[in-house]
């Protein structure tokens, strides 16, 4: 089945620099790939969501890259503000289920 | 447009007992998804329900069953809980194929 993997497990960067989270999945038949944001509490919000068909895709301060050959992809945050600070889930689907990485902590200094 | 909400909130249950949690998909959603997410992890998939039928299902024990109602609601029951079984548990509504909307979730503590 599918496996995804998602490093690093925690990130700290800089108010105003950049992150970047990446995934790599397993199932070459996974096409869609979701970026989930996780805040304390709160339910997971989708951010940004790339389909196979796509190599980038940009929203913002939000980019996603998708290396199908490869099986990986990445999440790209610009100019981080206080508010990122959160927990960053990667997932892939896979006979109509999601694959969900174990998410990265990322801690946005002042 | 309503949100996905769930009920209910929290849950305490000993060991051994039944629980059923619900969750209300959105409006023009027809699928819906049940998530386990136990502390500082990420969700594992239970299963789906598209239309009323499951739809695929994760690696979870016969103890953990479902159902979808006509208009799409849904219930996640767990028969002879476990210890282990203390989780969040999300759902999520979506079309088929779309993106997933998530519920609050439901913070179940076996004791």
């Known amino acids: 089945g599918e496996n995804v993997e998602q490093h690093p497990s925690t990130l700290s960067v800089q108010e105003g620099d950049s992150a970047v989270i990446k995934c790599t999945y397993s199932?070459?038949?996974?096409?869609?790939f979701p970026w989930y944001k996780q805040e304390l509490g709160k339910r997971p919000q989708l951010i940004i969501d790339i389909r196979s068909n796509v190599g980038e895709k940009k929203d913002q301060r939000i980019a996603v890259t998708l290396n199908k050959t490869a099986k990986h992809f990445s999440l790209h945050i610009t100019e981080t503000q206080p508010e990122d600070s959160a927990v960053y889930f990667c997932?892939?689907?896979?006979?109509?289920?999601?694959?969900w990485g174990a998410g990265t902590k990322l801690i946005i200094k002042p | 447009e309503t949100g996905v909400t769930q009920s209910p909130t929290h849950l305490i249950k000993t060991r051994g007992q039944q629980v059923t949690l619900r969750c209300s998909s959105q409006?023009?959603?027809?699928?819906v998804s049940w998530y386990q997410q136990a502390l500082g992890q990420g969700p594992q998939f239970i299963f789906q329900y598209y239309r009323e039928e499951e739809n695929g299902r994760g690696n979870f024990p016969p103890r953990f069953s479902g159902l979808q109602f006509p208009n799409y609601s849904s219930e996640l029951n767990v028969n002879a809980l476990e210890l282990d079984d203390s989780a969040l548990y999300l759902c999520a509504s979506s079309r088929f194929t779309g993106e997933q909307f998530f519920g609050p979730g439901t913070r179940l503590t076996v004791l």
């Open positions: 199932d070459s038949a996974s096409n869609y």
């Open positions: 409006s023009g959603h027809n699928t």
């Open positions: 997932a892939a689907d896979s006979n109509y289920q999601l694959i």
